[in-house]
């Protein structure tokens, strides 16, 4: 998604939808690793903050921001380059808003709802290019298994919860209060 579909370097400014999201928290270490700029979005000032921790350069609560406003107003209306979506829905129109000329938005989620809507003018006009992204290839995993292993990728994990304790990780994820991964163990 990050490198492969948005081909994201250095010198770009990336949106990522949602961090304490595996995927969002995933991307956003390898979109430090590449070196660019990350703006990151949450609904919880507590996620924002553990993720500037992380390093995250632009932290964004899109429940007290209008998002694609106040990028467009920190970047003197340039906007980002790439946006990394994975809410579909509720965050399409902002993701528009923010995405900046000959910028790439690449989805792969629809936590939200799967409709969405856009003014086609817009896409043809600022020539961008708009990705759908799944998971990656076996050439791909390995890339990211020899980060891991050299210690540069490391996966956050929220908690972890015991087979038996099921319906209480589907309840902190349903909460939405988790920062990265909720793992549930099963026994050998």
Not at 115 to 135: A, E, K, P, Y
């Amino acid at each position: 998604m990050v490198v492969t579909r948005a081909k994201v370097k250095k010198t770009d400014n990336v949106l990522i939808w949602g961090i304490g999201g595996g995927v969002a928290l995933a991307a956003l270490e390898i979109v430090r690793l590449i070196g660019a700029k990350t703006w990151v979005t949450s609904h919880s000032d507590e996620k924002l903050a553990l993720a500037r921790g992380l390093g995250a350069d632009n932290t964004l609560n899109y429940t007290t921001t209008d998002i694609g406003k106040e990028i467009r107003a920190r970047t003197s209306k340039r906007g980002v380059d790439v946006v990394l979506d994975t809410v579909g829905e509720a965050t399409w129109t902002q993701s528009l808003i923010a995405l900046g000329r000959r910028g790439r938005l690449v989805t792969c989620g629809a936590t939200s709802g799967p409709m969405v809507q856009m003014d086609v003018r817009r896409l043809f006009w600022n020539q961008w290019d708009i990705m759908g992204s799944t998971m990656g290839n076996e050439a791909e995993f390995d890339i990211v298994t020899n980060e891991f292993r050299a210690g540069r990728l490391t996966p956050l994990v929220d908690s972890v919860f015991d087979i038996s304790q099921g319906r209480q990780a589907f309840e902190r994820l349903q909460s939405g209060q988790q920062f990265g991964k909720i793992v549930v163990r099963i026994p050998d």
